[in-house]
């Protein structure tokens, strides 16, 4: 494990613990579905913090901020075989990811934003699923997007689609779409196909979003959908906060 990687791990999973709780009005915490893009944006002077548990003891950190208006910036960094009884934790290379919203919507037409996402799941692919030859990662970074956003139907009910260019290559061209329907104050229903170009490449993940405090909210999700051993049961932890 390398030393300055595991020191941005410390930093990303402490820092909450040392930033100050958001005031007032609830804060949009739907700038992602689960893995699907959303065009929301933080606002300049909000940092959000987004802790991943899933296959295979890994744990990933994210870190988003509000730099600029309607621009977020941010750091992902991940911990493989941390959580349970093995002696091989690695911590991964950092990842970053971006996000321009630069049309807000109206009554007719949705909000976009553009962005790239440098996060990937499911390292030691190889490892853990044999018939995999020559993937390090599951699931690879979504590269470059973009994103449309609207209320669509009835009030609380969100659609989003859009598509993603892995590595910014035309072979790597995927389509994506989601829903998120906010029940109340205090619950959220989730649903995205994603990585869409052939039905055995594509990932249907579902979930629900519990909000234990404005600035505070649990997800529990299965990705994968129907995939047999591929399926995977995540839990994460968003705090947005200001600075």
């Not at 890994?58 to 750091?75: A, C, H, Q, S, W």
């Not at 018939?131 to 659609?159: Q, S, V």
């Not at 993603?164 to 329907?181: A, H, I, P, Q, V």
Request: glycine fraction near 8%; aromatic fraction near 14%; include cysteine.
């Amino acid at each position: 494990m390398k030393l300055k990687q595991l020191a941005i791990l410390a930093v990303c999973l402490f820092a909450p613990l040392f930033a100050r709780a958001a005031q007032g009005d609830p804060i949009s915490l739907e700038t992602l579905i689960l893995d699907v893009p959303t065009a929301e944006v933080f606002d300049r002077y909000q940092a959000s913090f987004l802790t991943r548990a899933y296959d295979h003891g890994t744990v990933m950190e994210t870190i988003d901020f509000g730099v600029y208006p309607r621009i977020n910036i941010g750091l992902s960094i991940a911990a493989h075989e941390l959580l349970g009884s093995s002696s091989s934790v690695r911590v991964l290379d950092p990842d970053f990811q971006v996000k321009w919203k630069i049309y807000d919507g109206n009554l007719y037409l949705p909000a976009i934003a553009i962005g790239y996402d440098g996060r990937r799941y499911g390292y030691g692919y190889d490892e853990h699923r044999k018939y995999a030859k020559t993937k390090k990662f599951l699931d690879d970074r979504k590269g470059g997007y973009l994103t449309l956003t609207r209320e669509i139907i009835i009030p609380g009910l969100n659609a989003t689609a859009g598509l993603n260019f892995s590595d910014f290559e035309w072979d790597e061209l995927y389509w994506f779409m989601g829903t998120f329907y906010k029940l109340g104050d205090k619950i959220g229903l989730m649903a995205e196909w994603d990585n869409l170009r052939n039905l055995r490449d594509s990932r249907l993940n579902l979930g629900a979003r519990f909000y234990l405090h404005p600035s505070l909210a649990l997800d529990g999700a299965v990705r994968r959908v129907g995939r047999g051993d591929e399926s995977e049961r995540i839990l994460q932890l968003r705090y947005v906060t200001t600075f």
